[in-house]
Nanobody, 119 residues
Framework: VQLQASGGGSVQPGGSLRLSCVAS???????MSWYCQAPGKKRELVAT???????YYTDFAKGRFTVSGDNAKNTMDLQMNNLSPEDTAVYYC???????????????WGQGTLVTVSS
């Protein structure tokens, strides 16, 4: 199973970006998440969507970011609005799921996509 994230780039404060992630391989996904890691900081959770459609957002993402997932297509998106310089980070997609041939669920990570917010 491999994850490919895309959609990062440079944007001015107040702008928007949409990140996308696609998982290749045969896997039944139970949880899809976005994380971010700012320079010099630890990686932290941004938002999560679970297989029943439920979502969770960390405080800095609430009201500005929207996470969505499509289990049938093994894809997830993160719509980010009203971006600020503090959102500058590498954003990673991650999933928890049961891959074909596996007995237990595992975690899988994408390579990250850089988001830069500056004027």
């Amino acid at each position: 199973v491999q994850l490919q994230a895309s959609g990062g780039g440079s944007v001015q404060p107040g702008g928007s970006l949409r990140l996308s992630c696609v998982a290749s391989g045969s896997i039944s996904i139970s949880v899809m998440s976005w994380y971010c890691q700012a320079p010099g900081k630890k990686r932290e959770l941004v938002a999560t969507v679970i297989s029943d459609g439920g979502t969770y957002y960390t405080d800095f993402a609430k009201g500005r970011f929207t996470v969505s997932g499509d289990n049938a297509k093994n894809t997830m998106d993160l719509q980010m609005n009203n971006l600020s310089p503090e959102d500058t980070a590498v954003y990673y997609c991650a999933i928890e799921g049961l891959a074909a041939g596996e007995q237990y669920e595992n975690d899988y990570w994408g390579q990250g996509t850089l988001v830069t917010v500056s004027s």
